[in-house]
């Protein structure tokens, strides 16, 4: 019998935020909670959130499918390797390197399109509408957090919302991803050079991130160098914020540094995990600048969404981009 994990969650240290009937009067609450949440230890729990556990297992039971598929057929839809921002498509294991160096081992599907010629309709019918339905709900979703964010920082209700207009529906002009993600059991671990996912932080304004089982994803909170296994709640999303809300906010809402370990424990090692992360961008051609939210900055020069993540993307995955 192995020792049982300490996570944050088991030592209650984890803020949750329950979503639950967030009419006005709520949402302000919600926003109070996580306004706290968010800058002072830059995560949070969400529950009652309104997304089907059963959508997103249909999603991973799908992609499980295509992991299967051969690997000459997953090639035809792979990732692009222009340097021109295309995000899109497939990504096997050891093509990214959060370090540049360290491979690493997930599968992982970036969706930026919603369209049927770019997903595996062919293989496996279905797959294109159930994707679409499943972006409708974390659009919605994500446009509610937008209010809620914005209500947060004592901005107009729409300040977000009014700069994330094509979520998921042109990634010409926004660079929001649905990321479907599968780990494989981990058999040998007599390599210390491997790692689920390197640590990093993202560059959107938030992620919301689902995952099925605890598999190993460690966060360093606000403040500390340490890393601390964060531990699964069923059903519940994870909320963190990325770069550009890090910018926008003078690092009132920091980027989480976060990474997926392989689990030293044999039975968590042994067994496969999903995840799905909806990583919510804005605009590309939004400028992001604290002076708008009333927060003072030194920053001379504003750069747009788009000029962050690519730079940020670029320093972390050049070696896709040579
Ligand atoms: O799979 C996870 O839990 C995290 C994935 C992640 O952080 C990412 O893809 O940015
Ligand atoms: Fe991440």
């Known amino acids: 019998m192995e020792a049982?994990?300490?996570?944050?969650?088991?030592?209650?240290?984890?803020?949750?935020?329950?979503?639950?009937?967030?009419?006005?009067?709520?949402?302000?609450?919600?926003a109070q909670k996580l306004r706290k949440a968010l800058s002072e230890q830059g995560y949070a729990?969400?529950?009652?959130?309104?997304?089907?556990?059963?959508?997103?297992?249909?999603?991973?039971?799908?992609?499980?499918?295509?992991?299967?598929?051969?690997?000459?057929?997953?090639?035809?839809?792979e990732r692009t390797k222009a340097p021109d921002g295309e995000n899109h498509g497939y990504v096997s294991p050891g093509m990214e390197r959060f370090d540049g160096r360290t491979p690493e081992l997930r599968h992982a599907y970036n969706i930026c399109k919603l369209g049927r010629d770019f997903l595996p309709e062919k293989q496996f019918p279905g797959f294109t509408e159930?994707?679409?339905?499943?972006?409708?709900?974390?659009?919605?979703?994500?446009?509610?957090?937008?209010?809620?964010?914005?209500?947060?920082?004592?901005?107009?209700?729409?300040?977000?919302?009014?700069?994330?207009?094509?979520?998921?529906?042109?990634?010409?002009?926004?660079?929001?991803?649905l990321r479907m993600l599968y780990y494989p059991p981990v058999e040998d671990i007599s390599s210390k050079d491997i790692v689920r996912c390197g640590a990093h932080a993202d560059y959107c304004t938030f992620t919301l991130l689902s995952q099925d089982s605890e598999g190993g994803l460690e966060v360093k909170l606000r403040g500390s160098?340490?890393?601390?296994?964060?531990?699964?709640?069923?059903?519940?999303?994870?909320?963190?914020?990325?770069?550009?809300?890090?910018?926008?906010?003078?690092?009132?809402?920091?980027?989480?540094q976060h990474r997926v370990v392989v689990p030293e424990q044999?039975?968590?090692?042994?067994?496969?995990?999903?995840?799905?992360?909806?990583?919510?961008h804005p605009d590309s051609s939004t400028l992001i600048d604290s002076r708008d939210l009333h927060i003072d900055s030194k920053n001379e020069v504003i750069y747009n969404a788009y000029d962050i993540t690519m730079a940020l993307a670029k320093g972390a995955y050049g070696h896709n981009y040579s």
């Open 225 to 256: 160098d340490q890393w601390e296994r964060v531990g699964h709640l069923p059903g519940a999303l994870f909320i963190n914020c990325g770069e550009t809300m890090a910018s926008w906010t003078n690092q009132l809402y920091h980027a989480l």
């Open 266 to 280: 044999k039975d968590t090692r042994h067994r496969g995990r999903h995840s799905m992360a909806y990583f919510c």
């Open 4 to 30: 049982e994990l300490k996570t944050l969650l088991s030592r209650n240290a984890v803020p949750i935020v329950d979503l639950e009937n967030c009419v006005d009067g709520v949402a302000d609450a919600v």
């Open 130 to 177: 159930h994707i679409n339905s499943l972006t409708d709900d974390f659009n919605a979703l994500g446009r509610f957090i937008l209010q809620v964010l914005a209500l947060s920082l004592g901005a107009p209700e729409s300040f977000f919302i009014d700069k994330h207009s094509y979520m998921l529906s042109d990634d010409r002009f926004n660079l929001t991803t």
């Open 45 to 77: 729990l969400l529950i009652n959130h309104g997304i089907s556990n059963k959508k997103i297992k249909t999603a991973w039971d799908y992609f499980d499918g295509f992991v299967d598929l051969p690997d000459e057929v997953k090639a035809t839809y």
